[in-house]
């Protein structure tokens, strides 16, 4: 039986098979490499994440990025909302929260949807040279949340620059200087933002989150929005890129989804779904023990680490039916239950716009093409944290 070993090639490149062993297991497997207790069953996941306090995002997630960031994640990006326990992630996410309501997200599905035009004729136009990830996958989602903090499109290049050094830090080949750099001079930029906003104010998310939020509630600290906006960054980019890559994947692998996709584009909304839940962008959570318990019969000390594999949570036989298989009709009705977006507080806050973004850019994608043809191997992305492509050689032959 394979065991998970995060760092192992051949586990990066299909991590099913060990989160089927790891799911086997009696109470829970030990990953020895970064001393964590492996949670891998729907139920336990759901238990976990459900129980903010006892399993601490601020001890786990914490120890991740001050890995990641050399030790000082404080410093970087103090208060980041998905590093925090209630009640101070209540109250900080209660104020954010305002900037992602479903009204908010639908006015801007014009914007994305014009911003999805563009990079698919872009794809279009490399004919034979096309790249998904490179012409659709990464601009896309980055330009969306630049022009939804109104990022001048003059600095659109140096942000997306930041955005990849950022992402570069959680990859098994970190380079924490150039993630610690990147961080510098994003905190400066958005400092300058958020000061040219609070004196000149638009429409824009940054705008809107520097103003007081309800009666007596203080208002986000300059330190809390930089935070925020980095968030926005990490949070809200490579996921969405990676869900565009592994979705692509499935329609080249299965040219029978793609026609039923193309005969009835009513179905790309259950597909993303199902593409979240089958190959998860986001395919582990840490958390911590902020004091002892017992989990799936184990007896766990306080400061026990936890890695949360919501990947193998989505694959469990025990909660879904064929969990290898990719059905369109697995949420074609009723909410879907996968675990992709996390669960309990700190559910994904960009969700519905992930969604909106995903749909949009596979019905533009689908609707300008007759076929899709892989002209070449697609390249993993090297992370046990977040699963995609780093290229998807792609002829997007046009209508
Ligand atoms: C397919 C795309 C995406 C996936 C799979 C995804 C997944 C997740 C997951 C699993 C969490 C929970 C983290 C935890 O419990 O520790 C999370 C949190 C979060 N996500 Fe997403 N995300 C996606 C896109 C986005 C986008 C587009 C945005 C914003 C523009 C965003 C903003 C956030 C924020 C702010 C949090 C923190 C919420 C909190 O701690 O309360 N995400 N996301």
């Not at 990066?12 to 990953?31: I, K, N, Q, S």
Request: hydrophobic residues 45%; glycine residues 8%; proline residues 7%.
């Amino acid at each position: 039986m394979t065991t998970y070993d995060p760092f192992d090639a051949g586990v990066l490149a299909d991590p099913y098979p060990a989160y089927a062993a790891a799911r086997a297991t009696e109470g829970l497997a030990h990953e020895p490499l970064l001393d964590t207790w492996l949670v891998s069953r729907y139920d336990d996941v759901v238990a976990v994440l459900r129980q903010a306090r006892l399993y601490s995002s601020a001890r786990g997630m914490g120890d991740l990025a001050a890995m990641a960031f050399s030790g000082d994640e404080q410093r970087l990006a103090p208060r980041l909302l998905i590093l925090e326990d209630p009640p101070v992630h209540t109250t900080l996410r209660r104020l954010v929260a305002r900037g992602f309501t479903p009204s908010r997200i639908l006015d801007s599905a014009p914007m994305v949807q014009a911003i999805a035009d563009r990079h698919v004729a872009e794809l279009l136009e490399h004919g034979t040279d096309g790249e998904l990830v490179r012409d659709l996958a990464v601009p896309f989602p980055v330009r969306v949340i630049a022009e939804l903090l109104g990022i001048p499109p003059s600095r659109f290049a140096e942000f997306r620059g930041w955005s990849e050094a950022i992402m570069k830090a959680f990859s098994i080949t970190p380079d924490p200087a150039g993630g610690n750099a990147a961080i510098e001079a994003i905190n400066e930029f958005f400092a300058e933002v958020i000061d040219e906003r609070r004196s000149n104010p638009g429409d824009d998310l940054v705008s809107l989150l520097v103003r007081r939020g309800g009666e007596g509630e203080d208002p986000l600290t300059l330190d809390e929005l930089v935070s925020f906006c980095i968030l926005l960054l990490i949070a809200g980019n490579e996921t969405t890129t990676n869900l565009l890559g592994n979705a692509l994947l499935v329609l080249l692998e299965r040219p029978d989804l793609e026609a039923a996709l193309r005969a009835d584009p009513a179905l790309i909304a259950p597909f993303v779904e199902e593409v979240l839940r089958y190959d998860s962008p986001v395919q582990s959570l840490f958390r911590g023990l902020s004091e002892p318990a017992t989990l799936a019969g184990v007896d766990l000390p306080e400061g026990a680490r936890i890695m949360v594999l919501l990947g193998a949570a989505n694959r469990d036989g025990a909660h879904y039916d064929a969990p290898d298989e990719v059905r369109l009709d697995r949420f074609a009705t009723g909410t879907p239950d996968h675990v992709a977006f996390g669960s309990g507080v700190h559910l994904c806050l960009g969700a519905p716009l992930a969604r909106l973004e995903a749909k949009v850019a596979l019905t533009t994608l689908l609707a300008a093409t007759s076929e899709l043809r892989a002209t070449g191997e697609p390249t993993r992305t090297a992370s046990f944290l977040l699963r995609g492509c780093t290229s998807v050689p792609l002829h997007a032959v046009p209508a």
